[in-house]
């Protein structure tokens, strides 16, 4: 089956510095992925939509200055959370899309001190 | 946008008793509801999924219902296990592939 490989699993950063969350298909190419927010014990929510050479699509409310998303390549998309403040610790979720069917990475944890 | 309802936020059930999670949706262009499992820290997995065109779809002990003129999808597990505790989301989509809308997800307890 497809597999999505998110990177890192866990990080934790000090208020105001920029973290960088990598998401890749390993064994498909991927020309849209999607990144998901999910808080404790909350559901995921829809970031924005990412199409391999183009601008990301953000969902309202979503601020694409402070996430910045980079999918330069079929294989990977990038999610970088600039400034960081405590309010962004959460668990992000990336998931790929493989022709029909889109799938899962392992999810970042996010701890801003 | 879709908006997609979940009910109900928690469950307790009796080991070998029956779980229903019901879900209704509001976006009629949606054609693609799948079920997540969910553990502590992990990724959503995938458990059932099903399509518009058909109104009910099972897997063992897993069974899915669709009322697409209600606009609303079930979620049956018998024979419930420890193993099955655990949170559960439904979402829907315009097709499998495309961005999903979350439920608000199911906390469900199995008790030996």
């Known amino acids: 089956g497809a597999v999505v490989s998110q990177h890192p699993s866990r990080v934790i950063c000090k208020s105001g510095t920029s973290v960088k969350i990598e998401c890749r298909s390993l064994d498909f190419q991927a020309t849209t992925m999607f990144w998901y927010r999910q808080f404790p014990k909350q559901s995921l929510m829809l970031m924005a939509t990412?199409?391999?050479?183009?601008?990301?699509?953000?969902e309202q409310g979503v601020e694409k200055d402070k996430f910045l998303i980079n999918h330069a390549s079929l294989t990977l998309s990038t999610l970088t959370v600039t400034s960081a403040h405590p309010e962004d610790s959460s668990f992000y979720i990336c998931?790929?899309?493989?022709?029909?069917?889109?799938?899962f990475g392992q999810g970042t944890r996010l701890t801003v001190v | 946008g879709e908006n997609v309802e979940q009910h109900p936020s928690t469950l307790s059930v009796q080991e070998g008793d029956s779980a229903v999670i019901k879900c209704t949706y509001s976006?009629?262009?949606?054609?693609?509801f799948p079920w997540y499992k969910q553990e502590l820290g992990k990724r959503p997995q995938l458990i059932i999924d099903?399509?518009?065109?058909?109104g009910e779809k099972k897997d063992q002990r897993i069974a899915v219902t669709l009322n697409k003129t209600a606009k609303h999808f079930s979620l049956h597990i018998t024979e419930t296990q420890p193993e099955d505790s655990a949170v559960y989301f439904c979402?829907?989509?315009?097709?499998?592939?495309?961005?999903?809308?979350f439920g608000g997800g199911t906390r469900v307890l199995v008790k030996p």
């Open positions: 976006d009629s262009a949606s054609n693609y």
């Open positions: 998931s790929a899309r493989d022709q029909a069917f889109a799938f």
């Open positions: 979402a829907a989509s315009t097709a499998a592939g495309n961005k999903l809308t």
């Open positions: 990412s199409n391999e050479g183009s601008k990301a699509t953000y």
């Open positions: 099903i399509r518009s065109n058909v």
